[in-house]
């Protein structure tokens, strides 16, 4: 994974740090099991105090990002959903039964009992609907707007959220319970652990994957010296994980604009700024006039699984094929842009607003 570090001051190495390595594990970039640069070398390369990053790893730790395993190093935290087979589906039918048959016999399962499990799920009617776990009511609206936009539904076919009930919330519990016949169960990388635990045991979940967030940066580095730009979202990690990515990545701080789109007159001063970025749901209500960088949270390759899932419980009786999109590489990942946030001829475009073929999933339009 490729790290950015500024010494300016505006945001702290210590935060640079935690934030990285955090939304590198959400989105892929780090793998459970996976060893961070050590203390020393991290230190040494970006010239940072060792007890800085030393207390960065030890922040991680503290909240389950990472572990220490002792004259090994730091590794990111294998966490139980990860491992759970029948989260994320495979096109290898072989493949994925061997999985299954792997992990059932580590959890002590007899055959018998995973014959029972498999049966009770072939039985079980197939879903009508997705449904999004999911306490975050800002995060929520972002996801279910790319879900909406992203994933062709047959007709019938909802999609639903519901609130993440906490641990010995029976009432909560047995709400979210009752909305489980008939769906299939959504959740985000950093709620699947909390989900499994009160989940019942056999009902399956799809971990919806972020993007990558240095491969989104990539195409648009070098940042431009004293280049005005807007940052605009109603979810507050949004908006505070931009500025320190940002800041790390050489955009300087006094030139960031953070605007929250839940206040009143959020978009004041926005239209000097030489672009703005936004997540998905932000950019559906920002003025047309004002350029904007659209970041997609949803991986393709998410989408693309949620698609096919679709497919499968309607035993392809029903073409649900996906939206159009421009599937392009970079450094190795596929990602989508969606084809209705184009460019367009306008005053506005500047040769640093117009990123490399292999854009990344961030969807600029004028």
């Known amino acids: 994974m490729r790290f950015w570090f500024v010494h300016s001051g505006d945001v702290s190495l210590h935060n640079q740090i935690v934030t990285q390595v955090s939304l590198g594990i959400l989105s892929g970039d780090l793998a459970a099991g996976e060893r961070l640069p050590s203390i020393r070398s991290l230190a040494q390369r970006f010239n940072i105090h060792p007890n800085t990053v030393s207390a960065g790893y030890r922040q991680l730790e503290r909240e389950s990002w990472v572990e220490f395993r002792r004259g090994s190093g730091v590794f990111v935290r294998d966490t139980a959903p990860r491992n759970i087979a029948g989260i994320r589906p495979t096109l290898h039918l072989d493949k994925l039964i061997a999985n299954l048959i792997q992990a059932a016999s580590a959890a002590d399962m007899t055959r018998d009992e995973l014959r029972a499990r498999i049966l009770g799920h072939l039985d079980a009617a197939p879903p009508a609907r997705l449904l999004l776990i999911e306490s975050d009511v800002e995060l929520r609206r972002i996801v279910l707007q790319e879900l909406h936009e992203s994933i062709k539904l047959p007709s019938g076919f909802t999609i639903g959220f519901t609130d993440l009930p906490r641990p010995g919330d029976t009432k909560a519990i047995v709400a979210m319970t009752a909305q489980l016949p008939g769906s299939l169960v959504l959740v985000l990388p950093s709620k699947a652990e909390a989900l499994r635990?009160?989940?019942?045991?056999?009902?399956?979940?799809?971990?919806?994957?972020?993007?990558?967030?240095?491969?989104?940066?990539?195409?648009?580095?070098?940042?431009?010296?004293?280049?005005?730009?807007?940052?605009?979202?109603?979810?507050?990690?949004?908006?505070?994980?931009?500025?320190?990515?940002?800041?790390?990545?050489?955009?300087?701080?006094?030139?960031?604009?953070?605007?929250?789109?839940?206040?009143?007159?959020?978009?004041?001063?926005?239209?000097?700024?030489?672009?703005?970025?936004?997540?998905?749901?932000?950019?559906?209500?920002?003025?047309?006039?004002?350029?904007?960088?659209?970041?997609?949270?949803?991986?393709?390759?998410?989408v693309t699984e949620l698609q096919q899932m679709v497919r499968a419980s309607l035993d392809g009786k029903l073409d649900c094929d996906t939206p159009e999109t421009v599937t392009t590489k970079d450094s190795g990942q596929r990602a989508a842009v969606q084809t209705q946030q184009h460019e367009t001829n306008s005053g506005h475009q500047n040769s640093w607003l117009r990123p490399s073929a292999a854009n990344s999933g961030l969807a600029y339009r004028n």
């Open 197 to 302: 635990s009160v989940l019942p045991p056999e009902v399956a979940m799809l971990i919806l994957q972020v993007r990558s967030i240095p491969q989104l940066l990539a195409p648009w580095l070098p940042a431009p010296h004293n280049a005005l730009v807007g940052v605009a979202s109603r979810w507050p990690p949004f908006l505070s994980f931009a500025k320190i990515m940002l800041v790390a990545a050489g955009f300087e701080a006094d030139a960031l604009l953070l605007r929250d789109a839940s206040l009143y007159g959020w978009t004041s001063g926005l239209n000097q700024a030489r672009t703005v970025i936004c997540d998905s749901h932000t950019a559906t209500v920002l003025p047309a006039s004002i350029p904007r960088i659209r970041f997609n949270l949803l991986a393709e390759q998410s």
